[in-house]
């Protein structure tokens, strides 16, 4: 019912910075959240940072004061703005977008992000 695509990864310096981007597309009035996961080599997958429809964020605290979410007005498009990159921010960043209804979340197939020392 959802199809959720991302884009912006790549090689970066530490210090650097990258936005990725999300769009999620179908049956968009279904959607009340989105946001990114993670999963680095070796770590847990974790939650990155997400957007409600009421516009309320929330970040893993190893992003908080760097990474920034947000959304368009159209609500279907997010933007994760990554600064002041680090090593250990390198992962694989995957999108979602969350089923109000139903609470599953339609995935992303991933961007790699790569921060070089």
């Known amino acids: 019912q959802v199809q959720v695509v991302e884009s912006g990864g790549g090689l970066v310096q530490a210090g650097g910075s990258l936005r990725l981007s999300c769009t999620a597309s179908?049956?968009?009035?279904?959607?009340?959240?989105m946001g990114w996961d993670r999963q680095a080599p070796g770590k847990q997958r974790e939650l990155v940072a997400t957007?409600?429809?009421?516009?309320?964020?929330d970040y893993a605290d190893s992003v908080k004061g760097r990474f920034t979410i947000s959304r368009l007005s159209t609500k279907n498009t997010v933007y994760l703005q990554m600064n002041s990159l680090e090593p250990d921010d390198t992962a694989v960043y995957y999108c979602?977008?969350?089923?109000?209804?139903?609470?599953?979340?339609?995935w992303g197939q991933g961007t790699q992000v790569t921060v070089s020392s």
């Open positions: 957007v409600t429809t009421d516009g309320e964020t």
């Open positions: 179908g049956s968009i009035f279904l959607i009340n959240a």
């Open positions: 979602y977008a969350k089923n109000q209804f139903s609470s599953t979340r339609y």
